[in-house]
């Protein structure tokens, strides 16, 4: 497909690398020379340095010609704009970055009349992860597929986890088979496991089924699931509203620490639930005053991410039961890790990894094969994809263990209307079924690619 | 420096070279010479030590960075010389391994200077392989490799922008595969235009190719004794002239045309300019030398002729122009070392950074009267950042210093002064003939001290590669393996 990228910014530039590896035509267009030729050198893409709303740029980048084009600068007027101009010269969908309230508000009608294919809203999606997580406090990350039904829930064993030294085999004997576990990350390697697998402390392991099942499981193996009740937020800016917001329409008590007057005003005014407290959130006195220690989760949300990072060790040592950083910048993520700051949520890479799977479904569903979503795990190594059956193929109604599937592969789990079925080799595809594939190879794009019936 | 990955990536690059020697060994076998056999050899020893040497699948690092580009691209050039340059060794043409590897390079950089006192007696293959060099050279033997494989990912930006010559490397296409490949099938495209044009004319079809492939290129060697002029017929003179103009533009122009992008096309500041300096040549030379000719038509096309073959840096000659006046001597010095535009086949300091200084200069000499002035820089209306500018200056630097110590050497020769002077210019700039009786443009390099012809055959080297990627395989600290880096 033919893309073009407005803004070289981190998602800008996290969306080229990945879009050219993937072997689409990229160009990026963006003001400061210093952007584009710092992506010019490390990528394969077309680089333009111009304003992207100025018509001899477009027709330089090759708007007319282009499947898709993204804007994701730093300004929502400026990527509307841009997204309204290029469709109409030509583009054949078009995708912004709007993270300000007032336009989310209205988006549905700025969508329609500026004929965006999608928006995405940094905050609001990184609320979402964030309060995702704070449902499941034991879980580093939380993904959904088959709208909502199945969870992909990623954790980490501890030495006194009971699965330490299993092979999951064993785990298969000792514990009620309703859950699934599909990936395994292991220093810097990420696999997926078979039956032999012995899994080993401070293993990342990915467990898929619905969200009653995995409750199940994990107090099975004896992972307290008490869930967060009270949460401390320091940081009360976009991503802090939205997350507040969420928390509070689930009946969880938060407080916000925000520094700034106008905005402990305008949050107040418009969540009258929030405990809204002005002051320094690096200032411990303060934190110890509005009692850190006796809430469930501390989630830090500063424009800074050393001061996030801080502050989330500082929690823990307070033993507050879940601390979330905001890491923007750093990348050390595998570092953090080390620490003990298991969940990290950086906005921007999660706006780049919702706007990569758009691209990968919308690619896929040109070439005819049924992407319904695709989520990257493990930084990117590994992918989660959902399909709907809808052919005719001969692998439907064949049980697992009379298919060959691809090395790399496996199947999550089968939605067929409202059970989830966790594949044994006994089970089949259906017509009308959602499967959820996880897979190391980012190569696949249809069901066809995975499963081949055995030659009898 | 990620060597395993350099390996790989110069292992595939011999083995390409390996395979164009087939087309030579190709023409040996229909005049049916004995040359066939080093044709062959060298050729088997390229593709199998190819695939010997080079790992199919780097694991673990595949990244490269502007250093490792550089490097590669400095390395690769030195050793497809030397490969190629065995031909003239082994076919027994030449009689040192200096005096071939000096035509060697003299070929792939597209100079066309040449250690041949005649070609009469040289086997056809051979100066078929001579001429074919100039053509792979013209357009980059890597972006050659690239058009058809996959060299390096989503790094190959920086191989890419370490040979195509000129300030800033830029791409028609987002990648830089598709762009490398559309390149050279306009560039294939005109060539085989104009052997077909020659062919058509009268020219044998050999002749027409190899002077095809040295125009294309920008190179100038012929397959004749006295160049172009032997033939004696003005109607290749002319469509020799005219091609050798069109190969010294920048190719991105000729995309433009293709995809009727006329405006962009137009708009080309740079190309203008170079039109206008060929123009105005003309126009002095041929009002300095019309005494010595009968003729004003003829006075008019040698001139034509002499000032695009100089500017295009290609060096094929019809007229011997040292008979010609002083001043016209001059204007020809300085066309070598202007050279053709950016992203052509071209060698020379090229139009744009010519461009780029005059209106550098321009601004601060405005600064002299305003000095708080602050005036931004444009080319074809685009902004031409600060850091491009400084990084032409210190190009135009490198250039002078490296002229002058070249000088320096070639003196130790004992030849005059025109002579050093001319040879080292000619030869940085890729042009091929210097001025004066021993390299002039009916002389040649046979001449010269084995030492002048090594400090010659670098400049070629770092003429066409524009200095760095040479520099930096000279540099102690691109070959430290571990520790910190200088």
Request: one cysteine or more; charged letters at 20%.
């Amino acid at each position: 497909m033919k893309i073009v990228i407005i803004g070289a910014g981190k998602v800008g530039h996290k969306l080229a690398q990945q879009l050219a590896k993937e072997d689409h035509d990229i160009v990026v267009i963006d003001i400061d020379p210093k952007a584009t030729s710092v992506l010019a050198n490390s990528e394969d893409v077309m680089c333009i340095t111009g304003n992207a709303a100025e018509y001899d740029i477009q027709v330089e980048a090759g708007v007319k010609e282009s499947d898709l084009v993204i804007a994701c600068t730093d300004s929502d007027e400026l990527n509307m704009l841009c997204c309204l101009l290029c469709k109409n010269h030509g583009a054949a969908k078009t995708i912004a970055r709007v993270r300000s309230p007032e336009y989310i508000k209205q988006m549905r009608y700025i969508s329609d009349a500026m004929g965006l294919s999608m928006f995405i809203n940094p905050e609001m999606e990184a609320a979402s992860a964030i309060s995702r997580v704070l449902l499941f406090p034991a879980a580093n990350s939380v993904e959904t597929f088959a709208k909502g039904k199945v969870e992909l829930v990623e954790f980490t064993l501890d030495e006194t986890n009971p699965l330490v030294g299993k092979s999951l085999k064993n785990i298969h004997r000792t514990y009620s088979n309703n859950v699934l576990l599909c990936a395994v990350q292991r220093g810097e390697d990420v696999f997926i496991p078979d039956g032999d697998t012995v899994l080993k402390k401070a293993d990342r392991i990915y467990v898929a089924s619905s969200r009653q099942n995995i409750h199940d499981f994990f107090s099975e193996i004896g992972i307290l699931m008490t869930p967060v009740r009270s949460v401390m937020i320091v940081g009360g800016g976009k991503l802090g509203y939205y997350l507040a917001l969420r928390l509070i329409k689930r009946g969880i008590k938060v407080k916000v620490i925000e520094q700034k007057q106008t905005r402990c005003d305008e949050l107040s005014d418009k969540l009258p639930e929030l405990i809204v407290i002005k002051g320094d959130g690096t200032d411990q006195e303060l934190l110890e005053e509005e009692r850190i220690a006796g809430y469930d989760a501390f989630v830090s949300l500063t424009g800074m991410d050393e001061i996030n990072i801080i502050l989330s060790l500082y929690a823990k040592s307070r033993n507050v039961g879940k601390a979330i950083s905001k890491v923007t910048q750093i990348d050390f993520t595998d570092m953090l890790m080390d620490l003990g700051i298991e969940s990290a949520i950086s906005p921007k890479d999660i706006t780049a990894n919702s706007i990569l799977s758009y691209v990968r479904a919308l690619h896929n569903s040109r070439d005819k094969s049924k992407v319904e979503s695709l989520s990257f795990l493990v930084g990117g190594k590994v992918e989660a994809l959902e399909f709907r059956v809808i052919g005719n193929d001969d692998f439907l109604n064949v049980p697992f263990k009379e298919l060959i599937t691809t090395k790399g592969c496996l199947v999550a789990s089968i939605v067929r209307g409202a059970d989830i079925i966790i594949p044994g080799g006994n089970d089949c595809i259906k017509k009308d079924d959602d499967i959820i594939i996880v897979t190391t190879n980012s190569q696949i794009n249809s069901l066809q690619e995975i499963f081949k019936v055995k030659p009898q | 420096m990620n060597f395993k990955m350099i390996r790989n990536i110069i292992m595939k690059l011999m083995m390409a070279e390996g395979i164009l020697l087939i087309l030579p060994l190709i023409v040996a076998v229909i005049y049916n010479e004995k040359e066939w056999k080093v044709f062959a050899a060298i050729s088997a020893v390229l593709i199998i030590g190819g695939l010997l040497l080079g790992d199919r699948r780097v694991k673990g690092n595949t990244r490269i960075f502007a250093r490792e580009g550089f490097f590669i691209v400095g390395m690769t050039w030195v050793l497809w010389s030397f490969f190629g340059c065995l031909v003239f060794y082994f076919s027994g043409v030449l009689p040192t391994l200096v005096d071939c590897f000096f035509e060697m390079v003299s070929g792939f950089t597209t100079t066309g200077a040449s250690v041949f006192i005649t070609v009469a007696d040289v086997p056809k293959s051979v100066l078929f392989w001579r001429s074919f060099s100039h053509w792979v050279g013209g357009m980059g033997v890597l972006v050659f490799v690239m058009a058809l494989i996959p060299l390096a990912k989503n790094r190959s930006m920086y191989i890419m922008g370490a040979e195509v010559p000129g300030p800033v490397a830029g791409k028609i296409l987002p990648k830089a595969g598709a762009t490398a490949k559309t390149l050279y099938l306009m560039y294939f495209a005109m060539t085989m235009a104009l052997a077909a044009i020659l062919a058509f004319g009268g020219m044998p079809i050999y002749d027409a190719l190899c002077n095809a492939f040295g125009t294309a290129g920008t190179g100038g060697f012929a397959v004749r004794d006295g160049s172009i002029g032997s033939y004696g017929n003005p109607f290749y003179e002319i469509v020799i002239a005219i091609f050798m103009m069109l190969f010294g533009i920048n190719f991105n122009i000729y995309y433009y045309l293709m995809n009727r992008k006329i405006k962009d096309a137009v708009k080309n500041t740079e190309m203008w300019t170079y039109f206008a300096i060929i123009a105005s040549a003309i126009t002095l030379i041929t009002v300095d030398i019309i005494g010595m000719y009968t003729s004003l038509g003829h006075a008019l096309r040698d001139a034509f002729f002499t000032v695009t073959s100089i500017i295009s840096t290609t060096g094929f000659g019809t007229a011997n122009y040292d008979l010609w006046p002083n001043f016209s001597k001059t204007i020809i010095l300085l066309l070598m070392i202007l050279g053709g535009c950016a992203g052509s086949t071209g060698g020379g300091i090229k139009i744009a950074r010519v461009v780029i200084i005059a209106k550098a200069m321009r601004r601060e000499l405005k600064k002299l009267v305003h000095p708080r002035l602050v005036q931004v820089i444009k080319i074809d209306g685009k902004r031409v950042d600060d850091k491009a500018i400084s990084g032409v200056f210190v190009y135009m630097l490198f250039y002078v210093v490296i002229m002058f110590v070249s000088c320096f050497l070639v003196a130790i020769d004992g030849k005059d002064l025109m002579t050093s002077i001319s040879a080292v210019i000619s030869c940085l700039n890729n042009v091929g003939p210097g001025i004066g009786d021993i390299v002039g443009s009916v002389g040649n390099y046979s001449t010269l001290s084995a030492f002048s012809k090594i400090v010659l055959t670098i400049d070629m080297l770092i003429g066409r590669l524009e200095i760095f990627p040479v520099l930096l395989l000279l540099s102690p600290g691109m070959w430290r393996l571990k520790g910190a880096d200088w």
